[in-house]
């Protein structure tokens, strides 16, 4: 009788622990990738960086027949963005489906165009005062000229630019997109645009919401202080960081067709990152949240499970790779992933 009680509890008690276990494990991430602020780069591997990525806009697209506004394998990730925009924000899994689209644009870097560093990051957070002198923005190009462009959000000033960025390894004659903006998939010729607000910065890129994210119990509180709290556009830190930047990089649908995005979201990724290192047992496996988004992008959800992300949740990214399911990119030095933060 009492040996049933004591297996009993010890029962309860895996179940209980579960997959928290995990992070204490060995696994098989040996040597890290570390990945750093952008402004504590060298010259050199700044100039690395942006080869890469230049290098990757000069690959063939293999994914053009489905969208044909596709042309490089640099928009190939713009295209899988594109399409499931719908399905991977203002959800459970938004911020696990942008930690592997990181990972694997960094990979596909590496392997494709032989970078050898990984993911920077951008902490706009130290920008805040000015952002348009962030240099971290003006080493990926200027602004663009003024144009008559409105406020990414209303009741904000206009930003200081609008138009085609002028300087940098991205400036226009150097860098053309062809995908078209927002969900339509027709190619499109043009430029990458950018219209910095420095109100927004000033407003947002604090360090009390960064704080605030962090003092979340749960996943599930995490990830909406993150994102904004349902009330799309609200300001969370995600959306306000697109609208520092704007132009193309306010287009939800393409944004990362700006190739700061993988900066903005390798932060967005270090304060998840940073919540998880704070309580690893707790945590690295924490996930939660509904599978159909809470604000409607023009996504048609039928196919969808009412139900919350669980561990098991299936995502991909399209051709590109996967699937793959939540708990193999939960932990950041696990089985699957092998990076950190400096
Ligand atoms: C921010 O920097 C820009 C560019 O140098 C300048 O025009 C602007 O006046 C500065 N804004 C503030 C608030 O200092
Ligand atoms: C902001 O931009 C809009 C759209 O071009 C324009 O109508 C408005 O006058 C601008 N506001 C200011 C204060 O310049
Ligand atoms: C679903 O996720 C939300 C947000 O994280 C959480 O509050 C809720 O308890 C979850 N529901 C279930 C049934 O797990
Ligand atoms: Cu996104």
């Known amino acids: 009788m009492i040996i049933m009680k004591i297996s009993a509890i010890v029962s309860l008690f895996l179940v209980a622990s579960g997959v928290t276990s995990h992070p204490t494990k060995p696994t098989t991430c040996k040597h890290p990738r570390i990945r750093k602020e952008w402004r504590t780069l060298t010259q050199h591997e700044k100039t690395a960086y942006f080869d890469a990525v230049l290098c990757l806009h000069s690959k063939p697209s293999i994914l053009s027949d489905l969208v044909p506004s596709s042309l490089t394998h640099f928009e190939d990730f713009v295209a899988v963005h594109k399409l499931q925009t ?3 924000h203002l959800c459970g899994h938004f911020l696990p489906w942008h930690r592997y689209l990181l990972w694997h644009y960094e990979t596909t870097l590496r392997e494709v165009c032989g970078y050898k560093g990984a993911q920077p990051y951008w902490d706009y957070t130290l920008d805040r005062a000015n952002a348009s002198l962030s240099p971290v923005i003006l080493d990926f190009g200027d602004n663009g000229p003024k144009l008559p462009v409105g406020p990414p959000v209303p009741g904000y000033p206009n930003g200081t630019g609008g138009g085609c960025v002028q300087e940098g390894p991205f400036r226009e004659g150097k860098f053309e997109l062809h995908v078209a903006p927002r969900q339509e998939t027709e190619r499109k010729d043009r430029c990458l645009s950018r219209d910095i607000n420095n109100q927004i910065a000033w407003d947002h890129a604090t360090h009390e919401k960064v704080a605030k994210i962090l003092e979340q119990p749960d996943f599930g509180w995490m990830t909406k202080t993150a994102e904004g709290l349902g009330d799309y556009p609200n300001l969370g830190i995600h959306n306000m960081a697109h609208y520092i930047i704007s132009g193309t990089s306010g287009d939800t649908f393409d944004s990362n067709a700006e190739p700061l995005f993988y900066l903005h979201h390798g932060n967005l990724d270090r304060i998840w990152w940073t919540w998880q290192q704070a309580n690893k047992k707790k945590r690295t496996f924490d ?22 992300v669980t561990l098991d949740f299936e995502m991909n990214l399209g051709r590109l790779h996967g699937p793959i399911k939540v708990k193999d990119i939960m932990h950041t030095t696990g089985d699957y992933l092998c990076y950190e933060y400096e």
């Open 287 to 308: 996930v939660s949240g509904k599978i159909i988004p809470w604000a409607n992008f023009g996504g048609d959800f039928s196919h969808l499970s009412k139900g919350n």
């Open 86 to 88: 719908p399905y991977i």
